[in-house]
């Protein structure tokens, strides 16, 4: 039994990094902005040439290093185990980068993109957090900064996804990219992704704690 509940702890949390990529994906091809998430992704990716998989990697390897600035003594060093998922991410990013090429769509189809990916983005969190076992790194930081202001995590992503806006429109700004990444859909992103999270846990949490734990 406690090898079954392990097994579908770890497909629960694959499941969620398979959603986050997926959720990412469509959201660019939205073309109406990306996550906060996604969008630094792309601001390293333009910015320096390289593919958006390992833009993500290295992105995710930064978010660690902030995790151990900001909690110090209190970051466990399991969660470096947080580069390898982010490894796995950058895969599942190239893969559904790869595969879902929309191009030019109708303005209604961009708009259900952005709302498809929000839903998918938030459940990809909440399918990676709730299982106890390693975080995404930016949910990583996320719950370093709730557990630093002493606030819950969707808080904490709300706080995190303003701050990696912010970020990543000065790296656009200073390398000379252009904003076409950024938009209603990155806007709507970081207002709601954190409260569908919130809505989440609150109706949904307890029983998938149950079903895993």
């Known amino acids: 039994m406690l090898w079954t509940k392990q097994i579908l702890r770890l497909l629960t949390y694959l499941i969620g990094v398979a959603m986050l990529a997926f959720g990412g994906v469509l959201a660019i091809n939205s ?14 990716s333009h910015s320096m040439g390289i593919s958006l998989g ?13 995790q151990i600035i900001l909690l110090r003594k209190a970051f466990n060093p399991i969660q470096f185990l947080q580069i390898i998922f982010a490894a796995l991410f950058g895969h599942f990013i190239s893969f559904f980068n790869s595969v879902i090429q929309l191009g030019e769509s109708l303005m209604s189809v961009r708009i259900m993109l952005v709302f498809m990916s929000l839903i998918f983005i938030a459940i990809g969190i909440v399918l990676t957090v709730t299982p106890r076992l390693i975080p995404m790194a930016p949910d990583g930081i996320a719950v370093a900064i709730a557990t ?13 996804d303003t701050i990696i806006v912010l970020l990543s429109i000065i790296i656009l700004f200073l390398s000379a990219s252009g904003f076409e990444d950024i938009g209603i859909g990155t806007i709507l992103s970081a207002i ?6 919130l809505f ?14």
């Open 54 to 66: 390992l833009a993500a990697f290295y992105t995710f390897v930064i978010y660690v290093v902030a």
């Open 31 to 44: 073309q109406l902005g990306v996550s906060p998430v996604n969008l630094i992704q792309l601001s390293f």
């Open 192 to 197: 709601f992704v954190g409260r569908i999270v």
């Open 200 to 213: 989440i846990n609150k109706n949904f949490k307890r029983k998938l704690e149950n079903i895993l734990l």
């Open 148 to 160: 630093k202001l002493e606030v819950d995590f969707g808080k904490g992503k709300i706080i995190f």
